[in-house]
Structures are given as C-alpha cells and as structure tokens.
C-alpha cells in the first residue's frame, strides 16, 4: 500500500459547483497536511495548511483532517474557471525533517 | 520580488551529455530542495541542503549530483548516468530544513527532455 493515496481525476466540474478533492494515507505518524495547486508547466503553490486533525477554511477554501481515519480532504466552494489545476496533497510527521510525502495529484478543470 | 528563479524553462539532453539546472532563491532561506515529477506521478526528493557546503541524497540521487556554494544557489546537474532523464524539475526552499514546521516554497520548474 503507498503511503499516500490519491485518485488522480481527471475531475470536470461546472462553474460554481463544490469541489471534493481527497487523499488517504497509511502512516500513522503522519501530523502535517498541506494542500497545493500547480497550474500546467509551473511550481506548485501552497494552498492550505493544517497541523493535526480538524478544519481550517480560507475563503472559499476548506481543508479537512480526519486523523482517525487517516483521511483529508480539499473542498472548493463556488469553483471557479482559475481554480482549474492540478491540487497535490502532502504530509509529513514531525520526525520526517526534510521530507514531504506527495500524493500524485488530481486534475480538476472547471467548464465557465 | 523574492522569489525562487529556475532556468532554463526547457533543456534539451544529447546521450551521454551532463546538463546543469540552476536554481537561485532571494528568500534568505537555509533549506533548498531538488524534485523530480513525471506525468502522473507524485514529486519525488532528488536531493536537498539544510545548510551551505552540506547536502544529502532523497530518495532518487542515482545520476544527479548538487553543490551548495553559497546560500542563495543550489544547481543541479543530470549526468550521463541518469539514463531516463526526462521529467520536469522543481526546486524549492524553505526556512529551514524542518519541513514539519515550514512551508516549501518552489519555482517554476525546468523541463528536461532527450534529444
């Protein structure tokens, strides 16, 4: 099992819809969650960052933890045609130092 | 207008050729990053420094060498050895190497491709 999965879309929404983006993972360890976006042929951006389990909400922006169940989520509220990119989940645990675990990424294109 | 600056934008390999990505970063920060992203595939560590004159090999260094000579420059070079070069290459940096408690902040990449 890897240790960080993601289904890797691609993901085709109208505009204005909810979007429900997804990652699973195996380590227990894992306490840093982080969300970025990465638009065709550039670096990733950092979106969204979490410590722990819970919730945290930018805008129209909301990252879910779900440590039990080793589960977060990306949700995306009235989805935009510039929110279409490529979001990559990672996560690292406090004993991981320099290394962040990615996800492969899902491709979300939202149709104007 | 701090920023981490790659270049070239697109490289071009010949067989048996080393080729050199720069990375140079005005964010005054000591930890810089080398990944690896093939299409459809999660970001993969090449290499990475916490501090000047020191690196450390990630999980993919077999034909990739780095040098960290100065705080704001971490190039990396594909050598001949590296037999599937082609990916897109990001670079990154954070504050310090502690990435649990830092943000990695990347530049725009480098697309390498074999002649």
């Known amino acids: 099992q890897k240790e960080v999965e993601q289904d890797p879309g691609p993901l085709s929404v109208p505009e204005g819809a909810i979007v429900s983006l997804n990652c699973t993972y195996s380590?227990?360890?894992?306490?840093?969650f982080m969300w970025y976006r990465q638009y065709s042929r550039k670096g990733p951006e950092l979106l969204m960052y979490?410590?722990?389990?819970g919730n945290k909400e930018d805008g129209r922006f909301t990252a879910q933890v779900d440590k039990s169940s080793k589960y977060i989520s990306l949700f995306i509220r009235d989805s935009q045609p510039s929110d279409s990119a490529t979001y990559l989940c990672?996560?690292?645990?406090?004993?991981?130092?320099?290394?962040?675990?990615f996800g492969k990424g899902t491709l979300l294109t939202v149709n104007p | 207008d701090g920023g981490i600056t790659q270049s070239p934008k697109y490289l071009f390999r010949k067989e048996g050729q080393n080729v050199t990505l720069s990375c140079e970063q005005n964010?005054?920060?000591?930890?810089m990053y080398w990944y690896r992203q093939d299409p459809g595939q999660g970001l993969r560590l090449i290499y990475y420094?916490?501090?000047?004159?020191?690196?450390q090999k990630g999980d993919i260094a077999e034909g990739y060498s780095v040098s960290r000579e100065k705080k704001e420059s971490f190039p990396l070079t594909v050598t001949s050895a590296q037999k599937n070069p082609t990916a897109f290459y990001l670079c990154?940096?954070?504050?310090?190497?502690?990435?649990?408690?830092?943000?990695?902040?990347f530049g725009s990449g480098t697309q390498l491709s074999v002649l």
């Open positions: 990154a940096s954070s504050t310090t190497a502690w990435v649990s408690n830092e943000k990695l902040f």
């Open positions: 380590n227990s360890a894992f306490q840093y």
């Open positions: 979490t410590y722990s389990s």
């Open positions: 990672a996560m690292s645990d406090r004993g991981s130092n320099y290394k962040l675990t």
């Open positions: 964010l005054n920060h000591d930890a």
């Open positions: 420094s916490q501090i000047v004159n020191d690196f």
